[in-house]
């Protein structure tokens, strides 16, 4: 079974810093990953993904995510947030091979001091 | 396209008493999955359903729960003789009947109080 561990509980930064959200997960074969992000007062919704390629993707708002498999690493990093990324982040993980479950994280709530 | 549709958004229970969620999935979608997220915790894997088929319920707990998604209607997840243990918010989310790499689309949660 997979697993999915989010170094952080909870960020907080001042507008204009640069984010990185740590993401390692567990599971022997080939995977999907994703990361999702969950606004106040709004919907879960994906932020980025990765299936196979390129490494390294780009998601919405200027996020971006890096896979490194020897690693096991999915991270989340942003050069310069911004106040409107205030929100909870949730790292997820899918065996690539079917259509099973996704597994979550605990998630990381990001503050950004405006 | 109305998205993942789940009500009620909020249900206000007593201990004993059953709680009925419901999820009609996005237009399209016929694979549906139940996650639960406790306060103060991430969103734990409950069960994943296709049209009359229960295909992973590992994540369900073995007593009082249960899960359908019926040919016709939403999918129901049903909790009986609720306990404050079970005050929760519920998501329920959706996929397109294809394997591999599904991104799921996700409602806006049903949030149980037990009193």
């Known amino acids: 079974a997979q697993s999915v561990s989010q170094h952080n509980h909870h960020v907080i930064l001042s507008e204009a810093a640069s984010l990185e959200l740590g993401c390692n997960y567990s599971?022997?074969?080939?995977?999907?990953l994703f990361w999702y992000v969950q606004y106040p007062g709004q919907h879960l919704q994906l932020l980025l993904k990765?299936?196979?390629?390129?490494?390294l993707v780009k998601g919405i708002k200027g996020f971006e995510a890096e896979f490194i498999k020897s690693k096991f690493s999915f991270n989340l990093r942003k050069p310069s947030v911004q106040w409107s990324d205030t929100a909870e982040y949730f790292c997820?993980?899918?065996?690539?091979?079917?259509?099973?479950?996704?597994?979550f994280g605990d998630g990381t709530t990001l503050t950004v001091k405006p | 396209n109305a998205g993942v549709m789940q009500n009620p958004r909020h249900l206000v229970r007593r201990r004993g008493q059953e709680a009925r969620l419901r999820c009609s999935p996005m237009?399209?979608?016929?694979?549906v999955y139940w996650y639960r997220q406790l306060p103060e915790e991430g969103l734990k894997f409950m069960v994943y359903?296709?049209?009359?088929?229960?295909?992973?319920e590992s994540g369900m707990p073995k007593e009082r729960f249960s899960a359908e998604f019926p040919k016709e209607g939403p999918s129901i997840l049903r909790i009986q003789q609720v306990v404050r243990g079970d005050s929760a918010a519920y998501f329920c989310?959706?996929?397109?009947?294809?394997?591999?790499?599904?991104?799921?689309?996700f409602g806006a949660g049903s949030r149980l109080t037990v009193l």
């Open positions: 237009k399209g979608h016929s694979h």
């Open positions: 599971y022997g074969g080939t995977v999907n």
């Open positions: 997820a993980v899918k065996p690539s091979t079917n259509a099973g479950k996704s597994t």
């Open positions: 359903l296709q049209k009359e088929n229960i295909i992973d």
């Open positions: 989310a959706s996929s397109p009947a294809s394997s591999g790499a599904n991104v799921l689309t």
């Open positions: 990765y299936f196979s390629g390129d490494p």
